[in-house]
C-alpha cells in the first residue's frame, strides 16, 4: 500500500489527510509506528500530501538569536510543567488581540483547539508527555490568519506541519517545545488500562505536577509510574521520534520552549524555570510582551542538560526490549521492567524510603487523574 511519506517514518501530524481534496488518505497508528495510506483508486496525483508533510517538505530553519530563561508570576507557573512561559505568551498573545491554537485533554484525546478567550489557557497548559493529535486544527488556524494573528503553540513536527499548511505567514507566530519524543496514544491507553483506569471516562490527566492544586486529582501509581519512567528513559517512543529532524540547535519556530535544567538559579528550580530561544523579531516580541524580566542563560550549558538540542534520542537496547516486550503481549509493568530494570528498582527503593521516614515525594513527574 502506498504512504504518503516511507513507511513507519510518520509524525502523525495529520496535515496529509487534512489537505488531500479526495480525503483518501488514511491514517493508522500502532504502538510504536504511525502511517498515512493513501487509497490509490480516488488519488487524483496533485501532491499536495507532499508538500504539506514535515517528513518530506522542511523550510525555515533558524538559529536562536538569543537564549534566556525564566519564569511567570503564580498562579500561571505553578499550572504549568515548567516555567509557565508558554501561558504568559498565550494570555498576552490573546490580550493583544490574537487566537491562540495548542493541544489540550477533551474526551480521552489531545486535541488542538483554536480560541482568544483567555478562559482556554487552563486547558492548554501542562505538558502532556504522548502523541497528540493535530489534525483539523491547519484549516481553522489558515482561515483565522486572513484576518488576524495566530500562535500556534506544538511539538516541532507540529510547527512545521502549520507552516506548510498555511501558505500565509504574515499573521502565525509559531511556539515549539524541545521535545524528547512521544509515546502513542495507544500505549498510554494500555498503561492506563492496566492500572484499571479508561482514558475516555477520566475528566482530566496531568503528567507533572507541582503539586499544589491538585488534591482532587489521584496519583496513578501508589509507588513507581511506569509510564513516566519509560518517558524519561527514552524507551517508548514511537520509530519516528528516533529519527526526528527537529532535534537540533536549527529550529522550526519563532521561539523555543524547554526546561532549564543546569540553570544557575537553583533554588528555583523545583518550581519550574523555562528555557527560552528566540530566533527572529516575532519570537522577541512575543517574549517581550509578556513583560516578564528574564535572565541570560549559558547556552553551553543549556545544550549540556538538553540532548535534543544537539541530536535525537537513541534508538537503544532499552527501547528494543521495550518494544519485544509489548509486542509480546506483556503487561506495560513488565515491559518497563524488562527494559529499564535498574531505574524500576531505585524507584521503588525510593518510595520505601520514602515512606518509612515520612518524606513527601518530591518528584513532580507522575500522571495523576480526575476521575
Ligand atoms: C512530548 C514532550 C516532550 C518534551 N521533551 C522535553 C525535553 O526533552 N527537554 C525539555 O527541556 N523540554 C521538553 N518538553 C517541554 C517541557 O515539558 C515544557 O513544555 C516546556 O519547558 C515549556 O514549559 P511551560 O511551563 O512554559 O509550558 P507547559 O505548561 O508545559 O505548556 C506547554 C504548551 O505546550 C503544549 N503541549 C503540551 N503537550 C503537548 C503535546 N503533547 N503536543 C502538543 N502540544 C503540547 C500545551 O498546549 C501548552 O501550550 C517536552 C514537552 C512535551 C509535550
Ligand atoms: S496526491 Fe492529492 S489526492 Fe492524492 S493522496 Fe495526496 S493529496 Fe490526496
Ligand atoms: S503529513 Fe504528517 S501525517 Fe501525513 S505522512 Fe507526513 S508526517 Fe505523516
Ligand atoms: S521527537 Fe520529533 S518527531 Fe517525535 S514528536 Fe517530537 S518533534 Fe515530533
Known amino acids: 500500500m502506498k504512504t504518503v511519506c516511507p513507511i513507519n517514518a510518520c509524525n502523525a501530524c495529520g496535515a496529509c489527510s487534512e489537505i488531500c481534496p479526495k480525503k483518501c488518505i488514511r491514517l493508522t497508528q500502532d504502538y510504536f509506528v ?49 516555567g509557565g512561559i508558554a501561558s504568559a505568551i498565550m494570555y498576552s498573545f490573546i490580550r493583544n488581540g490574537g487566537y491562540v491554537a495548542a493541544c489540550r485533554f477533551l474526551n480521552g484525546n489531545f486535541t488542538f483547539e483554536l480560541s482568544n478567550n483567555a478562559e482556554s489557557i487552563r ?8 502523541k497528540s493529535n493535530a489534525q483539523n486544527v491547519y484549516e481553522v488556524v489558515k482561515k483565522t490568519l486572513k484576518n488576524a494573528p495566530v500562535l500556534f503553540i506544538g511539538l516541532p513536527c507540529q510547527v512545521a506541519a502549520v507552516k506548510n499548511y498555511c501558505s500565509n505567514h504574515e499573521n502565525l507566530y509559531t511556539v515549539d517545545l524541545i521535545c524528547h519524543g512521544t509515546p502513542s496514544h495507544k500505549l498510554l491507553e494500555k498503561y492506563l488500562r492496566e492500572q484499571h483506569y479508561d482514558l475516555y471516562s477520566i475528566s482530566d490527566i496531568i503528567f507533572r505536577s507541582k503539586g499544589l492544586d491538585d488534591c482532587k486529582y489521584k496519583k496513578i501509581a501508589k509507588s513507581v509510574d511506569e509510564y513516566m519512567l519509560a518517558f524519561l528513559y527514552g524507551a517508548s517512543y514511537t520509530d519516528n521520534c528516533y529519527n526526528c529532524s527537529f532535534a537540533n540547535l536549527s529550529r522550526i519556530s519563532d521561539v523555543t520552549l524547554g526546561d532549564s535544567w543546569g540553570s544557575n538559579y537553583t533554588e528555583e528550580i523545583k518550581h519550574g524555570i523555562s528555557l527560552i530561544l528566540i530566533q527572529n523579531p516575532k519570537g522577541k516580541k512575543l517574549i517581550s510582551d509578556t513583560g516578564i524580566d528574564y535572565k541570560l542563560v549559558d547556552s553551553t550549558v543549556a545544550i549540556e542538560h538538553n540532548q535534543q538540542l544537539n541530536h535525537p534520542v537513541l534508538k537503544t537496547k532499552e527501547h528494543e526490549r521495550f518494544v519485544n516486550a509489548i509486542e509480546g503481549n506483556k503487561s506495560f509493568s513488565a515491559a518497563t521492567f524488562k527494559s529499564i530494570s535498574k531505574a524500576v528498582i531505585i524507584q521503588k527503593i525510593k518510595t520505601i524510603k520514602n515512606t518509612v521516614l515520612c518524606r513527601k515525594d518530591s518528584n513532580h513527574f507522575g500522571i495523576r487523574i480526575l476521575p
Not at 537564549?67 to 503564580?74: K, M, R, S, T
Request: some cysteine; proline content about 5%.
Open 34 to 82: 504511525s502511517n498515512a495510506y493513501i487509497d490509490i483508486s480516488k488519488c487524483i496525483s496533485c501532491k499536495k500530501c507532499e508538500s504539506v508533510c514535515p517528513k518530506l517538505s522542511i523550510k525555515d530553519f533558524s538559529s536562536p538569536v538569543e537564549w534566556l530563561q525564566g519564569w511567570a508570576d503564580e498562579p500561571i507557573r505553578r499550572k504549568s510543567a515548567s
Open 123 to 130: 486547558y492548554f497548559s501542562g505538558s502532556k508527555y504522548v
